[in-house]
């Protein structure tokens, strides 16, 4: 089971084996306080990251392009998806947005959930249901077709 968690909540029994999975280490905490392994080697790069800046009109192509990255360095996430097979496994990440972080795309990512964006509703806005864009691989070098009826990736 793989689980997402802020730094800044207090440490639980329930955790299972905790990951810091950015790239920074978050203001104010101490090491000793946080009792995680830090694995940044598996967060966005820099220069995805400085491009993100959190901002939500950027989510959509985020999670895409972080994929792609994830899909480039096996060798950093293989590990935290076989900790999940084994046992529980606590990401935790440092933004306060706690629904469009890094840590989201990477749990959904090990999981093996498809990307998901909302899909807009009759009057235009956003729904909170979501529209599968696309499947990540489950096996080496494998890639998945878009479900029937949704947008191609870009």
């Known amino acids: 089971m793989i689980r997402i968690k802020r730094t800044y909540e207090p440490a639980a029994r329930t955790d299972g084996h905790r990951f810091l999975v950015e790239r ?24 995805l990251r400085l491009w993100f800046g959190h901002r939500i009109d950027r989510w959509e192509e985020f999670q895409r392009r972080y994929r792609a990255e994830l899909d480039d360095r096996p060798g950093v996430w293989r590990p935290l998806r076989a900790a999940g097979r084994r046992g529980t496994v606590t990401l935790l990440y440092s933004a306060r947005d706690v629904d469009h972080n890094s840590a989201v795309v990477l749990r959904d990512y090990l999981q093996g959930t498809p990307q998901r964006v909302p899909r807009p509703s009759r009057d235009g806005r956003r729904r909170a249901e979501p529209v599968v864009l696309h499947a990540i691989p489950t096996g080496r070098g494998a890639r998945r077709s878009p479900s029937p009826g949704a947008p191609s990736p870009k």
């Open 24 to 47: 920074l280490w978050p203001r104010g905490l101490k090491k000793e306080k946080l009792g995680a392994d830090w694995v940044k080697e598996v967060a966005p790069s820099t220069g």
